[in-house]
Nanobody, 124 residues
């Protein structure tokens, strides 16, 4: 069973920064494409950023490009999402997901495993 555990969510003021973490097993970290999604109440789940298993390629949604950054820590088997210049519209539950695909896709159906989510609230 693939385990994905998100952490780092919380309350932040508009314009501030926050870094989310997704801890995985060594096997998962070195095998799967990893990505971040978010979902606000009553809205569809939105792809934010993805990174290939070898860290060679990253992809971002246009809405966060230039403000968010995804990265991998190979010593900790952890993927991060650094979020800068946060806006109130970013308030949502953020999820880490893993896909067996060897390239990054934005469709949530391509992801086989999901974490429990971590809440991010951006105040004005």
């Amino acid at each position: 069973q693939v385990q994905l555990v998100e952490s780092g969510g919380g309350l932040v003021q508009a314009g501030g920064s926050l870094r989310l973490s997704c801890a995985t097993s060594r096997h998962t970290f070195n095998t799967y494409t990893l990505a971040w999604f978010r979902q606000a109440p009553g809205k569809e789940r939105e792809f934010l950023a993805g990174i290939t298993w070898n860290g060679g390629v990253t992809t971002y949604a246009d809405s966060v490009k230039g403000r968010f950054a995804i990265s991998r820590d190979y010593a900790k088997n952890t993927v991060y999402l650094q979020m800068n210049s946060l806006k109130p519209e970013a308030t949502a539950v953020y999820y880490c997901a893993a896909s067996s695909r060897i390239y990054i896709v934005k469709n949530q159906d391509a992801y086989d495993y999901w974490g429990q989510g971590t809440q991010v609230t951006v105040s004005s």
